[in-house]
């Protein structure tokens, strides 16, 4: 899982890397108008809200600081995945997941395991988004499996033999 995680991380910021800074702020029609930045703050945000409720056991993802300058600068933004990437390894544990739904609390159980699991698969999800952002902004010669789950790459292996 956690290698799986820093892989996945580590392809991101290469990818991030080879697009202009404008290409990454400008929002894109074909992502709503967001931009390849937002997406990138969003996945880092949710990362970092993780990360930061460790320690207390509660991650609350709603709890978000979104911080304009990761999702205008590109650099800052692969730095922060940097950072993940340094702490994102931690031994599992219980821990609480607090999401607010019109306008009422609720409060589950989960664990650490799980909620990196579930940023992983969050990640690549939006790395499928910011796939169809890049095709229409800069046409890079992106790695086949950006944006695609483990899953599907294995499933498509077998599917080959």
Do not use: W
């Not at 930061?52 to 056991?57: I, R, S």
């Not at 607090?98 to 990640?123: A, G, P």
Request: net charge negative; glycine share 4%.
């Amino acid at each position: 899982m956690f290698k799986t995680t820093l892989q996945t991380l580590e392809q991101f910021k290469v990818v991030l890397l080879q697009i202009t800074e404008n290409d990454f702020s400008t929002p894109c029609s074909v992502l709503s108008d967001t931009s390849i930045g937002q997406h990138t703050r969003h996945v880092i945000e949710l990362f970092q809200c993780l990360i930061k409720g460790y320690d207390h056991g509660m991650v609350n993802y709603d709890d978000r600081k979104r911080d304009k300058r990761i999702e205008q600068e590109r650099d800052f933004a692969v730095l922060k995945i940097n950072e993940i990437q340094n702490s994102i390894e931690k031994e599992d544990k219980l821990m609480m997941l607090e999401q607010c739904f019109d306008q009422e609390k609720n409060v589950i159980t989960s664990n650490y395991y799980r909620e990196v699991i579930y940023n992983l698969e969050h990640t690549i999800h939006h790395k499928a988004l910011i796939k169809i952002g890049i095709n229409h902004l800069c046409k890079l010669d992106l790695p086949a499996s950006f944006g695609i789950a483990p899953s599907t790459i294995e499933y498509k292996k077998q599917c080959v033999q």
